[in-house]
């Protein structure tokens, strides 16, 4: 196992926490060069994984209250949904001198706020639009200056726009640069309507139809385009399932020693977070937790990294205390990042000046 890095003394802003890696991980994040982005609103705030040029893992935390969902760009910005905002952080490598542990510095650079959308999943729709998922709202939209969310889909029976949470939405997918579905624990015209059948409630709706293509599923979240199908979370049963959109079919990939959480695609790896703890308020156990205390297991609060091709799972991480991440993204083009929070006091010696 590979211990990360660790500050001695944490700064204002700064999340500590500890990783217990496979020596694979660090292989993994520099061959591909990328960084690993994860949300945790339980501690509130976001984390990055890297490997430094020695060999050892840097895992830290930047303060973000709220934090719920992450976005890397592929032009080198990340966006972050927070409490009751979308936060832009811009790479200040360059800008401002950074000459640090990590192969970049981000900060944020602006903030927009929405009200408390509670914002389950990001992503890009280029050139340059961020479409996001708001579970309380039960939409689909963008942000615009003096908008909390410019609606672009509203799903089946979705009842009135009410911060409600009528339908468990979870999670958007791109397919040729639009938001091609969504995934729903159930739905509903009613104020969290969707627990009652969660079960086997869970659905992938198609967004151009709004045809339901894929039923029966169990807490579904983040689906995700690969190269040869779509994946998504089947959260209520652990499992990463792999969905035949033509037949409505799902097949099951892998099984995680947690509830999975947090989804994304990098090539024929998918890397999963995964916490110890089920969907919160539900009226009984999901079927994952029968299944684990048949086999004894005793969920854990990780990530891991799955060969679609084979199923395996060739590499993981396991988070202390637990920190039960609800979003992941990889930022591409570096080994290793850190994020800076705007309450970290070395936020103010940030500068980014234009001369004449």
Partial sequence: MTAPEQPSAPEPGVLSATADCTRLLPSF????SVTILLASPLTGGIYTMGVLEGGGVLFLGAELAGASAVLATPHGALWVAAANSLLHF????????????????????????TAALGVSDLVWTP?????????????????RPG???????????????????????????????????????GL??????????????????DLASNEVVAKGLCLPRTPRWGADALYALNSGTAELVRVDLATGR??????????????????????????????PGLPHPPPAERTFESKKIRPKDGLALVDLRSGDIFDHAIFSPP???????LIPGCKSAIALAATNPNFNNLFRVKTA
Avoid: M
């Fill in 188 to 205: 509903s015209p009613s104020r969290e309507g969707w627990r009652d059948g969660f079960t086997y409630g869970g659905k992938i709706i």
């Fill in 29 to 32: 994040l520099a061959r591909e």
């Fill in 147 to 185: 908008l909390s969310l410019d609606v672009t889909w509203s799903p089946p029976n979705a009842g009135k726009l009410a911060p409600e949470d009528h339908c468990g939405l979870s999670g958007l997918a791109i397919s040729e640069g639009r938001p091609s579905v969504a995934s729903v624990f």
């Fill in 127 to 143: 050139p340059s639009t961020v479409t996001l998922a708001s579970r309380k709202l039960s939409r689909i939209g963008t942000a």
């Fill in 323 to 329: 920190l039960d991440f609800s979003s992941v993204a």
């Fill in 250 to 279: 799902f097949e099951p990939v892998c099984s995680f020693i947690g509830h999975p959480t947090a989804l994304t695609l990098h090539g024929h790896t998918a890397v999963v977070a995964f916490s110890s703890q089920p969907e």
């Fill in 90 to 113: 811009d790479n200040f490598t360059r800008t401002a001198g950074y000459r640090g542990r990590a192969e970049a510095l981000y900060a944020p650079s602006s903030e927009f706020f």
